[in-house]
């Protein structure tokens, strides 16, 4: 017979560190926050490296013969790591990479990184609208299939004054 050593409680969680605890935050609650670690300075760099490369994009695509608005992607960079590589190393970040490895057993693939363009009232992009990230699964599961991962730039709270880019 198995010794209970709290009433009602079979089975417990151990934290060993804040990526497990930030992984039960995931397992119970279906989200958490990770501290980026990023500096003030850092995000200043990366918000203006966005820009252009949001510039840099629209132009590349449409030498291509596509105009992002005309096929309601003009607030989606597709791949902005490879339009721009240093967001290489906002998608590989160290704690990331640890709270995945958490939640995933040390085994996953980098599915998809793209970039939303949130303009407030501004306009609608077709990524708010309900929809599954891994269409074509007619099942449920108990672990988690894969992880979104929302790395924001700027302030998109209802409180926070929305200031539309150029």
Not at 27 to 50: I, K
Not at 114 to 129: D, P
Not at 130 to 153: G, K, V
Request: hydrophobic share 40%; with cysteine.
């Amino acid at each position: 017979m198995t010794e209970i050593a709290r009433y009602g409680v079979i089975a417990t969680t151990e934290a060993n560190d804040i990526y497990d605890v930030l992984a039960e935050e995931v397992r119970s609650l279906g989200y958490t926050t990770l501290n980026s670690g990023l500096t003030g300075a850092q995000f200043d760099e990366l918000s203006q490296l966005f820009n252009r490369s949001e510039v840099q994009y629209e132009i590349e695509v449409s030498t291509q013969g596509y105009e992002l608005r005309e096929i309601n992607e003009r607030d989606t960079i597709r791949l902005l790591p490879i339009v721009c590589p240093n967001f290489w190393r906002v998608v590989f970040h160290p704690p990331l990479y640890q709270l995945l490895s958490r939640l995933l057993a040390n085994y996953f693939v980098l599915n998809q990184v793209n970039c939303l363009i949130n303009r407030g009232n501004l306009s609608k992009y077709h990524q708010a609208q309900y929809h599954r990230d891994l269409p074509y699964q007619h099942f449920t599961s108990s672990r988690p299939l894969a992880i979104n991962a929302l790395f924001a730039l700027d302030d998109f709270t209802l409180l926070s004054k929305m200031v539309p880019r150029a």
